[in-house]
């Protein structure tokens, strides 16, 4: 079990940070400079989607949020419209997920089991049509990156990926 919910976590780094104060009421001497961060997956908002959990992680402390992998460039744009219709990246950073995708299998295997992940199908269908699907996924990857400069509310990118992925996250900013 857990003693601490996200925004309860939020808000005690906020107290460190702002007050120099730790849960206890003990007073740090030295309090650390935070810039926080929460997480968030970016969506398509329906007529149901809230801002409310993004309020109460700012309300908590959230300087900025990273999302899950964003590979459908509409789905996080119309994500960053609602969110700046909201108010809400006028009061946070958003940072959208992306990263190089290693084969159509890797791709299938995020749909799969990757919470809020969507790899859409053209791009599924690009990579396994390529001739070097891990060289086709970072040239992806790198247009998304492109593509997230041109929304409007997008602070950028944080590019991720497996242990054994990281020379490819070198090729991908290289390319850029």
């Given at each position: ?95 959208i997920g992306v990263g ?30 390529a001739a070097d699907q ?43």
């Amino acid at each position: 079990m857990f003693d601490l919910e996200s925004t309860d976590l939020l808000k005690v780094a906020r107290d460190l940070r702002d007050k120099g104060e730790l849960p206890s009421a003990r007073k740090v001497d030295s309090p650390p400079k935070f810039y926080i961060g929460a997480a968030d997956v970016p969506r398509r908002p329906d007529a149901k989607w809230s801002p409310v959990p993004l309020q109460k992680k700012i309300e908590a402390g959230a300087d900025f949020i990273q999302t899950q992998f964003g590979y459908d460039l509409d789905v996080v744009r119309a994500y960053a419209e609602r969110l700046r219709a909201e108010g809400i990246t006028d009061k946070l950073g958003v940072i959208i997920g992306v990263g190089p995708i290693r084969s159509a299998k890797s791709a299938r295997w995020m749909n799969e089991n990757l919470f809020g992940v969507t790899v859409p199908d053209a791009i599924i269908a690009r990579i396994e049509a390529a001739a070097d699907q891990a060289a086709e996924g970072r040239r992806v990857c790198a247009e998304l990156i492109e593509g997230l400069k041109q929304i409007p509310g997008i602070a950028g990118a944080h590019v991720m990926a497996p242990a054994q992925g990281t020379d490819a996250i070198a090729a991908v900013l290289d390319s850029l």
